[in-house]
């Protein structure tokens, strides 16, 4: 009975540290993602100044990729 009860409780505890991992893993992807959608809508805007229209498409691409 008592290997059956460290047997469950291990698994919860690996359950739980699993769950924390991905909070964790989905936080740093939220960032990550929030920086990318910055940096390309400020090529967009400065494509948009210079008229470059490759980069502006390129960015754009990128932007609806995140």
């Known amino acids: 009975m008592e290997k059956k009860t ?17 909070s964790a893993d989905m936080m740093l992807q939220d960032s990550i993602n929030e920086h990318y959608r910055k940096l390309y809508n400020e090529k967009i805007e400065h494509a948009l100044i210079d008229k470059d229209k490759d980069s502006f498409i390129k ?6 990729e995140l």
């Open 6 to 22: 460290i047997n469950v409780l291990s698994q919860k505890r690996a359950f739980l540290d699993a769950i924390n991992d991905l």
């Open 59 to 64: 960015y754009t691409h990128l932007l609806n």
